[in-house]
């Protein structure tokens, strides 16, 4: 059974820092794996997608690497702004035939203090 | 170009009434996913659909609850004689298809049950 795990719960770090958001899964077995940012009483917005077969994948100030192997990925985003505040949420999509749907972490909460 | 549509944005009812959430995925997006947010938890895959057809329902309850996406229309996730433990955010994702494509995420439906 694929479980997804994020750590920290929750992160608070002053403006323009460079910070890491981490994310593991226990099934290798894994299509790809979707970052997104969840904003309080909103849906989810997608950030980056990586392929399995991809190392990693760059979007302005992020940066998402996989490690498949080792069931990881990281989420490093540069020079923070308070407009980052939100949750961050990493998903993984199964290889099996048919299985489209994604498994959730249950979330990064970062707070960037001005 | 319209994201992912959902409507009512806020549903309340009580119990033992019946529940009707909408989705209109992207223009162009054949295949809808539908998860249920309890709160303080996770993301949980319910269904997946493409038009007409449900490919995956192995995360949705067994009663109570049915999902369908017709030929013209909106897709329906109808959960009858609604208890307390329904409420929760219900999010919608449509993708163009394929495992390899992102999913894209609608603003949910909070469903409070009073």
């Known amino acids: 059974k694929q479980e997804v795990t994020q750590i920290p719960a929750a992160l608070s770090v002053p403006e323009g820092e460079n910070l890491v958001l981490n994310c593991s899964f226990t099934?290798?077995?894994?299509?790809?794996l979707q970052w997104f940012r969840q904003d309080p009483g909103k849906g989810l917005t997608s950030l980056l997608l990586?392929?399995?077969?991809?190392r990693e994948q760059t979007s302005g100030r992020l940066n998402a690497s996989l490690d498949k192997s080792s069931g990881r990925s990281t989420l490093y985003i540069a020079a923070s702004q308070p407009g980052d505040s939100a949750t961050y949420l990493c998903?993984?999509?199964?290889?099996?035939?048919?299985?489209?749907?994604?498994?959730f972490g249950t979330g990064t909460r970062l707070t960037v203090i001005p | 170009n319209a994201g992912v549509m959902q409507n009512p944005r806020h549903l309340v009812r009580r119990r033992g009434q019946e529940a009707r959430l909408r989705c209109s995925p992207m223009?162009?997006?054949?295949?809808v996913y539908w998860y249920r947010q309890l709160p303080e938890e996770g993301l949980k895959f319910m269904v997946y659909?493409?038009?007409?057809?449900?490919?995956?329902e192995s995360g949705m309850p067994k009663e109570r609850f049915s999902a369908e996406f017709p030929k013209e229309g909106p897709s329906i996730l109808r959960i009858q004689q609604v208890v307390r433990g329904d409420s929760a955010a219900y999010f919608c994702?449509?993708?163009?298809?394929?495992?390899?494509?992102?999913?894209?995420f609608g603003d949910g439906t909070r469903l409070s049950i009073l």
């Open positions: 659909l493409q038009k007409e057809n449900i490919i995956d």
């Open positions: 223009k162009g997006h054949s295949h």
């Open positions: 994702a449509s993708s163009p298809g394929g495992a390899h494509q992102p999913q894209h």
């Open positions: 990586i392929q399995s077969s991809q």
């Open positions: 099934d290798s077995a894994i299509y790809n």
């Open positions: 998903a993984v999509r199964r290889t099996q035939t048919g299985a489209n749907n994604l498994f």
